[in-house]
C-alpha cells in the first residue's frame, strides 16, 4: 500500500511539474504573438513600400518568354530595385548583393561611395516600373527590359532633406540568368525609348 501511495504521489508530482512547464511554455507563447501582433504594422508598411513592377513580355523575340522565365524575371527585377533603394539609403553595397553585376554594378558601388564621401543618403519612394521586355535571346540566356520608371527622388544630407522631386526616367536593361536567380548586368538611363 505505501508504495503504491509512493507511486501515486510521483505521478502526481511528475504531473504537476508538467503543468507548471506548459504554464511557462502558454506565457511564452502568449508574449511571442502578442511581440509579432505589435511588430506587425511595421513590416507589413515595408511590404507596402516595395517596387511596383509591371511586366509586359509581348513584345519579346525573337524567343517569346515562357511563364516560369516571366514570373522568375518579375521576382528578381523588383527585387533588384528594393536593394537599390536600400543601397542609395543606407551608403552600402551591402544590399546589392549579387543583384548587380558588371557595369551596373561597378555604376551602383560608384554612386554609393559618391553619397558616402559627400555625406549624402537618397531614397527612391513610391516606386512604380511599366516595364517591356523587347528582346530575348534564342538561347534564353538574355534579355532586354525598357523600364519606364517613375518615383519620388529625396536626397538628404543625414536627416534634412536638401531634394525632392518626382522622376519619370527611362532605363534600358539587361538581365541575365545566374546561378540561382537572374541578374542586372546593364542599367542605363536614356532620354526615351
Same mark, same amino acid.
Given at each position: ?10 505521478? #502526481? ?13 502558454? #506565457? ?5 504573438? /502578442? ?5 506587425? !504594422? ?8 516595395? !517596387? ?6 509581348? #513584345? /519579346? ?25 536600400? /543601397? ?71 536627416? #534634412? ?15 541575365? !540568368? ?16
Amino acid at each position: 500500500m505505501r508504495m503504491r501511495m509512493i507511486a501515486v504521489t510521483a505521478t #502526481k508530482t511528475m504531473w504537476a511539474n508538467h503543468l507548471i512547464r506548459f504554464g511557462r511554455l502558454a #506565457k511564452l507563447i502568449a508574449i511571442a504573438v /502578442a511581440a509579432i501582433a505589435l511588430l506587425a !504594422p511595421r513590416y507589413s508598411v515595408c511590404a507596402d513600400s516595395a !517596387p511596383t513592377v509591371v511586366l509586359n513580355t509581348g #513584345k /519579346a523575340g525573337p524567343r517569346s518568354v515562357e511563364s516560369p522565365t516571366e514570373r522568375v524575371i518579375l521576382r528578381d527585377y523588383r527585387f533588384a530595385w528594393a536593394n537599390l533603394e536600400q /543601397a542609395m539609403e543606407s551608403s552600402s553595397t551591402a544590399p546589392l548583393s549579387g543583384l548587380f553585376v558588371g557595369t551596373a554594378n561597378a555604376w551602383l558601388t560608384d554612386a554609393v561611395a559618391s553619397q558616402r564621401r559627400n555625406g549624402l543618403s537618397s531614397r527612391y519612394l513610391n516606386q512604380n516600373h511599366k516595364v517591356d521586355a523587347v528582346f530575348y535571346a534564342p538561347e534564353g540566356d538574355m534579355i532586354e527590359l525598357e523600364d519606364t520608371a517613375d518615383y519620388d527622388l529625396q536626397i538628404l544630407d543625414g536627416d #534634412k532633406t536638401v531634394h525632392n522631386e518626382h522622376v519619370v526616367v527611362h532605363y534600358v536593361v539587361l538581365m541575365t !540568368p545566374a546561378a540561382d536567380r537572374w541578374v542586372i548586368r546593364q542599367l542605363q538611363a536614356v532620354p526615351q525609348f
